[in-house]
Nanobody, 115 residues
Framework: QVQPVESGGGLVQAGGSLRLSCATSGSTTSINTMGWYRQAPGKQREFVAFITSGGSTNYADSVKCRFTISTNNAKNMVYLQMNSLKPEDTGVYYC?????????WGRGTQVTVSS
């Protein structure tokens, strides 16, 4: 059973950096895509970034050139390096793993960027 768990959130000043991590248990040999979404207070969950098992990446326009997504060789970890953070990056960040046609979500980690 794939069960993602996020870590690394916290409070940071604008312009600062955070690195989020997401670890999953269970078989990862069939994982195709991993990524991150976020949800700000009062808003819908929105796409942030994804990475495929082949290493291709895609980012939301709002985070391009500031955030970097990566994974490890075992494909059981996904990371999100966030630089030059802005107050509008505040929200709960959720990671996901897409495995055998199903999407598995973590419970989220809070990121708060103060101005």
């Amino acid at each position: 059973q794939v069960q993602p768990v996020e870590s690394g959130g916290g409070l940071v000043q604008a312009g600062g950096s955070l690195r989020l991590s997401c670890a999953t248990s269970g078989s990862t040999t069939s994982i195709n895509t991993m990524g991150w979404y976020r949800q700000a207070p009062g808003k819908q969950r929105e796409f942030v970034a994804f990475i495929t098992s082949g290493g291709s990446t895609n980012y939301a326009d709002s985070v391009k050139c500031r955030f970097t997504i990566s994974t490890n060789n075992a494909k059981n970890m996904v990371y999100l390096q966030m630089n030059s953070l802005k107050p509008e990056d505040t929200g709960v960040y959720y990671c996901y793993f897409f495995n055998r046609g199903d999407t598995y979500w973590g419970r989220g980690t809070q990121v708060t960027v103060s101005s």
